[in-house]
Structures are given as C-alpha cells and as structure tokens.
C-alpha cells in the first residue's frame, strides 16, 4: 500500500554527479527519518545518509561526508541525495527507506518501508 519509487540513477564516470529522487504516494503513514542506503554485489546493505522529514537535520555515513547531500521536499513526498564526486567504490543499487519509530536509526531493520532500488555505476 505504501510506495517508494527511486529514480535517477545510472553510469557515471568517477567525479561525476548524479541526483536520486524518491518518490513516497499510498496510504499515510508516519514518517521520523527517511533515509538512503546503498547495496554493492556481494556487500550488506549499508547506511547512507538520513534526514529528519519535519526539521531537515542529516546524518551521513563517514564515506560520503562531504560529497554527498541529502534533503527532501515535504509537501511533495519527495527525498533526493545529489551525490558529488562519485567515486568506484560507490557503485551499489540505492535504496529509500522510511522509518516511522522515534529517534535516529542508522540500521536496516530500523526501517519499515523500502523502495525497489535504482543502480548507480561509476566508472574509472
């Protein structure tokens, strides 16, 4: 009933950028955090990035300090991570997630609802 639509991804070359949406629509639901995770072959899932939905604070992962930006537009439903300065090693299918329990949640399980993914390559 709940969806989340990743859109945006595809192959860059290293240094490139690439902006990711996530589209949320169904049913209301509460929403805490929103979050991007990323999966590379043969890896866990890994945390990304997060951002309070009412006050906008963000929480990245240590990789992507300083390279990668995540914000939302809350009366669109809407989470987007622009990514700077794409490096090989981030080349993982990404995925939106939604919490909707209190506090800062940087594991997957934490997470109650999730999209279908979109591939990022970045090539060297």
């Known amino acids: 009933q709940v969806q989340l639509v990743e859109s945006g991804g595809g192959l860059v070359q290293a240094g490139g950028s690439l902006r990711l949406s996530c589209a949320a629509s169904?049913?209301?639901?509460?929403?805490?955090?929103k979050a991007w995770f990323r999966q590379a072959p043969g890896k866990e899932r890994e945390f990304v990035a997060a951002?309070?939905?009412?006050?906008?604070?963000?929480y990245y992962a240590d990789a992507v300090k300083g390279r990668f930006t995540i914000d939302r537009d809350n009366a669109k439903n809407t989470l987007f991570l622009q990514m700077n300065s794409l490096k090989p090693e981030d080349t993982a299918v990404y995925y939106c997630?939604?919490?909707?329990?209190?506090?800062?949640?940087?594991?997957?399980?934490?997470?109650?609802?999730w999209g279908q993914g979109t591939q990022v390559t970045v090539a060297s």
């Open positions: 951002i309070t939905w009412n006050t906008g604070g963000t």
């Open positions: 169904g049913r209301t639901f509460v929403t805490y955090y």
């Open positions: 997630a939604v919490r909707t329990g209190y506090g800062l949640a940087l594991a997957r399980d934490e997470y109650d609802f």
